[in-house]
């Protein structure tokens, strides 16, 4: 099984702040990765795709990019909008595995 | 407008069955992998179970592998989720979610996701 190592589990940041997320798989995957943001009781929302490809909707200040087998989520001006705990996911092959989460708070 | 409408959820005891549903509108249902994903209270996302369009290919996460059934109906937009032998690590809203693939038909990520449903089996 693939195994998605996300760093770090916590994070406190400011509005405004520049704020990168890394993802780092067990093995490679190609560019077979999601990210996902999620609120406090709500579903997950589809952010990237492809490892860097936003989906439509999505706010250019977010971003992604890979490199081998680490993956990164860029917040470039952080928003109050903005936070929640992010999740990435391999969909390579089954079984489908994800992050263990981000959360993003307001220092 | 795509949408995911879960139900089925509820208290259950360690031991006991229970068949979420998850109704779908707004895309060509048939056409489409569907998933389950969990979420255990306080804790992160956990892949479930994908079945794929036509329901000739199911995948199961080990944990549930042998307790869980994923089925669909397409003529009524429907995805299934039979759970037996529940376990209190079963707990867990449980969300599902439509594949999305982009461009060649590579499966790329969850686009669209219900509310959930709250399945709770008490120790």
């Known amino acids: 099984d693939i195994q998605l190592t996300q760093s770090p589990s916590f994070l406190s940041a400011s509005v405004g702040d520049r704020v990168t997320i890394t993802c780092r798989a067990s093995?490679?995957?190609?560019?077979?990765l999601a990210w996902y943001q999620q609120k406090p009781g709500k579903a997950p929302k589809f952010l990237i795709y492809?490892?860097?490809t936003l989906q439509s909707g999505v706010p250019s200040r977010f971003s992604g990019s890979a490199s081998g087998t680490e993956f990164t989520l860029t917040i470039s001006s952080l928003q109050l909008e903005d936070f929640a705990t992010y999740y990435c996911?391999?969909?390579?092959?089954?079984?489908?595995?994800f992050g263990g989460g981000t959360k993003v708070e307001i220092k | 407008e795509v949408q995911l409408l879960e139900s089925g959820g509820g208290l259950v005891q360690p031991g006991g069955s229970l068949r979420l549903s998850c109704a779908a509108s707004?895309?060509?249902?048939?056409?489409?992998?569907l998933s389950w994903v969990r979420q255990a209270p306080g804790k992160g996302l956990e892949w479930v179970s994908t079945?794929?369009?036509?329901?000739?290919?199911?995948y199961y996460a080990d944990s549930v592998k042998g307790r869980f059934t994923v089925s669909r109906d397409n003529s009524k937009n429907t995805l299934y989720l039979q759970m037996s032998s529940l376990r209190t690590e079963d707990t867990a809203v449980y969300y599902c979610?439509?594949?999305?693939?982009?461009?060649?038909?590579?499966?790329?990520?969850?686009?669209?996701w219900g509310q959930g449903t709250l399945v709770t089996v008490p120790s």
């Open positions: 979610a439509k594949h999305y693939y982009h461009s060649g038909g590579y499966f790329s990520g969850l686009d669209y």
């Open positions: 996911q391999q969909v390579k092959s089954y079984p489908l595995t």
């Open positions: 079945i794929s369009g036509s329901g000739d290919s199911t």
């Open positions: 093995q490679g995957i190609s560019s077979y």
């Open positions: 707004g895309f060509t249902f048939s056409t489409y992998g």
């Open positions: 492809a490892a860097s």
